[in-house]
């Protein structure tokens, strides 16, 4: 069974400076890791995704939004909030970030990758329909499950998100399509400041689970799991998405949770098992936080390769 690791050249062109904690190293330090790793670097498909187009894109934002951010980053970006910091290359970097999530649900589709990782910037779980935020300018993985429904016809898909921030843009961007169901794992409070455990969207489709910071990775992965269950309980998804967030790590500067690249590996077996079960092990996986390099990079090879094993 095919795995395929997708990413996009430009992605390195979302200049933040290398003073913002989201800055190109982290793709870098996953890329070397990769390369580092031969077997699996051997074991799986590489691709280099596509630019989403603006439909594309407009099947989860506003229009005159889009509009407006190409040509804000076309004069050379700027700082679009106090932590959302772009430049002249960031509407392809973004468009690019989006494209590769929808080559992922492309090739699951197909058959030609079952499963794969996307490895992308800038990341996408804050962007709401008409603003950046938080890092983000689209919602890469709320527009690949749109996507997946309109393109391809898919009944119901599995949203699972375990970065350590809330994926309020994700929510948003989904909570309206009763049949794409979001589980978000965060850490509560924090930024920002959404994704409390009574918000179930206006359909019951969203699983919110706030977490403190500094319980033991058990908690965390048993709380994760106990929610997808419930969320596919008499549901079965034809396709999972996961937003991989790997600021839950320990060492993460931006979070308190506890997991370690062995909680990534058993985390990911459960999903992989699940999909199995589900949908013929289609899970489409993108990169979201994570800003220790060395440790996202470590963490996302691992992922990788539960991904592909047989």
């Not at 993108?286 to 094993?309: C, S």
């Amino acid at each position: 069974m095919a795995t395929a690791f997708l990413s996009h050249a430009d992605c390195g062109r979302h200049d933040t400076g290398w003073g913002h904690v989201e800055h190109v190293g982290r793709l870098r330090a996953i890329t070397r890791a990769l390369r580092s790793a031969h077997t699996l670097f051997d074991a799986v498909t590489q691709h280099e995704g596509r630019h989403a187009t603006v439909d594309e894109l407009a099947l989860a934002h506003d229009r005159g939004y889009l509009a407006s951010l190409e040509a804000t980053l076309a004069r050379g970006g700027g700082a679009l909030d106090a932590d959302t910091i772009t430049s002249e290359g960031s509407w392809d970097a973004t468009r690019a970030a989006t494209g590769c999530v929808l080559d992922g649900v492309d090739l699951a589709v197909s058959g030609q990758a079952v499963r794969s990782f996307c490895a992308v910037r800038p990341p996408g779980h804050h962007a709401l329909r008409d603003r950046a935020m938080g890092f983000c300018l689209t919602g890469h993985v709320a527009i690949a499950a749109h996507h997946a429904r309109t393109r391809h016809a898919m009944d119901r898909v599995l949203i699972v998100d375990w970065d350590v921030h809330h994926g309020n843009g994700t929510q948003a961007l989904v909570e309206q399509d009763a049949q794409i169901r979001f589980v978000s794992m965060h850490q509560w409070p924090w930024y920002p400041g959404t994704g409390a455990a009574d918000d179930r969207g206006p359909y019951g489709s969203v699983w919110n689970v706030p977490m403190a910071p500094g319980l033991p990775a058990a908690t965390y992965r048993d709380a994760l799991l106990r929610a997808v269950d419930a969320a596919t309980n008499r549901w079965t998804p034809d396709l999972v998405l996961l937003s991989a967030g790997f600021d839950c790590l320990a060492v993460d500067p931006l979070g308190g949770f506890t997991l370690e690249v062995d909680d990534i590996v058993l985390l990911t077996d459960a999903l992989v098992d699940r999909a199995t079960h589900w949908c013929g092990g289609r899970l489409v996986s993108a990169l979201e936080g994570g800003y220790d390099p060395d440790a996202t990079a470590a963490a996302a090879v691992a992922h990788l390769d539960r991904l592909a094993r047989p």
